[in-house]
């Protein structure tokens, strides 16, 4: 039978350093001079391994993004923010193309409610030696209204949200970087922290690479939903137009006209 779920070590999950709630635990990436089995540097951006690889059959590895503990990727400069992504973006593709892996997952954490346990600025890449996560992708969940289009990058709002509500996408093709990519997964960032509805302080990025397109999902995280706990059902909000609607007028000035992609 094919395996279809990560276990989790939990005799290493329990030795993790927690210093999102915890703010009298030191945070292990700002003593830089102690790290180990670093990968790549690129200026104040470390790329290493996990030193706790809590999944099993998995290859993980961390992505400190810069040496200011308190910084944020809403507000990065956008030299350090295309700096990152592009980094993050070939060491992600370079592992999922070394044939290692089934599939290699990247992904962003931040805030209390994302999932993660270290407050400093960080991205994960994990090789996962036997799972493939584009069986569980549906194309239908990047589809949506879209805020802006530009330099063949296009930025919406899911109508067709993966887990329910408020999803952000971000499509982009595969041959190259182009600046908007992250332009756009900054501007939904800053959105979640800065103006959303209600009172937002997490969220996640799940980046994907399938189709000849590589995608950014930008999720603000709350309790989750107990109908998607139990039963698997998305909820799709009745506002989506109205939140689209915002996020053009106060980042872009211009009105979406309410194409929907897809």
């Not at 308190?70 to 980094?87: G, Q, R, V």
């Amino acid at each position: 039978m094919k395996n279809r779920h990560l276990h989790f070590n939990t005799s290493i999950g329990v030795q993790k350093p927690e210093n999102i709630r915890n703010k009298e635990q030191a945070c292990p990436f700002c003593a830089r001079e102690q790290l180990t089995d670093i990968l790549a540097v690129e200026g104040p951006i470390i790329f290493l391994k996990n030193k706790y690889p809590v999944l099993e059959n998995a290859y993980q590895t961390v992505l400190i993004e810069t040496d200011d503990c308190h910084a944020e990727l809403s507000t990065y400069p956008a030299d350090h923010l295309h700096k990152l992504l592009k980094f993050g973006l070939k060491n992600w593709l370079e592992m999922e193309n070394s044939g290692r892996y089934e599939s290699v997952i990247f992904f962003k954490n931040y805030g209390p409610f994302s999932g993660g346990t270290i407050a400093h600025p960080h991205m994960q890449i994990i090789g996962l030696y036997d799972l493939d996560y584009k069986e569980n992708i549906d194309e239908e969940a990047f589809k949506g209204i879209v805020i802006k289009k530009s330099n063949g990058v296009c930025f919406s709002l899911s109508t067709r949200p993966r887990i329910g509500f408020y999803e952000f996408n971000v499509q982009m093709n595969e041959i190259g970087y182009a600046e908007e990519f992250g332009e756009y997964i900054q501007t939904a960032a800053h959105y979640i922290l800065h103006h959303f509805p209600f009172k937002s302080t997490s969220y996640n990025v799940f980046f994907y690479h399938f189709n000849e397109n590589v995608y950014a999902k930008i999720v603000p995280r709350f309790v989750t939903t107990p109908i998607y706990i139990g039963y698997g059902l998305p909820q799709v909000p009745n506002n989506l137009e109205w939140m689209a609607e915002q996020v053009s007028s106060i980042y872009f000035e211009t009105s979406t006209a309410g194409e929907i992609l897809g």
